[in-house]
């Protein structure tokens, strides 16, 4: 596919259908993000793929946890409310909300949240893991090797959504995904064949002009 044609179909996906992703294909979206770029050569980041029984106990267990009221995330990255974001950021956040109200529904928040709790479907979750001394250069690679493996599932005719949702219960994951101990799952990315009946699906964001965002300086 043409590169620019593979960057502007890229969407979050948040609802698959049932169909299975190969190994194969799997593989390839991997060896294709370990292209991206590294400080100073250091490849921190580990990849975990979740699938079939694995994806499964997670994803029981993860939607036990978000109905007990007593647990809260406790992710590596912490979670920041909208309120706590710069104004910017916010206004952004509010047109989100208001334009997935008009291509969703009202109740678009409710049909949200179980989605989320059942992570979407997603027929294999990448989980991208550093070491628990990490750098904070290294959430820097781990940014362009997920933006990377995106793209390349995109090429391979995947939907992908990456989420908050699928690391905010870091400890039983690490446990679910066998990780050593001094590693920590940082960043999750849902991939599957995109469900075009589902109606959060019809979610679509717009992104801010390039005279917003951008200064060129001779």
Known sequence: MDFEKVVY????????TDQKISNEVLNKIV?????????????????????????????????????????????????????????????????????????????????????ASHLYNAQAVVYLTLPKDYSEW????????????????????????????????PEPLAKNLDLPADRLPIFGIGLGYVDDADSLNKIHTHRMQEDEILKILD
């Open 138 to 169: 290294s959430l820097v690679d781990l940014g362009s090797f997920a933006q990377t493996l995106i793209l390349a599932a995109t090429n391979a005719g995947l939907g992908t959504l990456p989420a908050f949702e699928f690391v905010k219960y």
């Open 31 to 115: 060896e294709t993000a370990q292209q991206a770029p590294s400080w100073v050569n250091s490849q921190p980041v580990r990849v975990r793929i979740a699938t079939g029984k694995t994806l499964d106990k997670i994803c029981q267990q993860h939607g036990e946890l978000n109905e007990d009221p007593m647990v809260h995330t406790d992710s590596i990255i912490p979670y920041r409310s909208v309120g706590k974001w710069d104004q910017e950021s916010q206004k952004n956040m509010n047109a989100w909300f208001e334009g997935n109200i008009m291509q969703v529904g009202i109740d678009w928040s409710n049909l949200l949240a179980e989605a």
């Open 9 to 16: 179909d890229r969407r979050s996906s948040r609802g698959f």
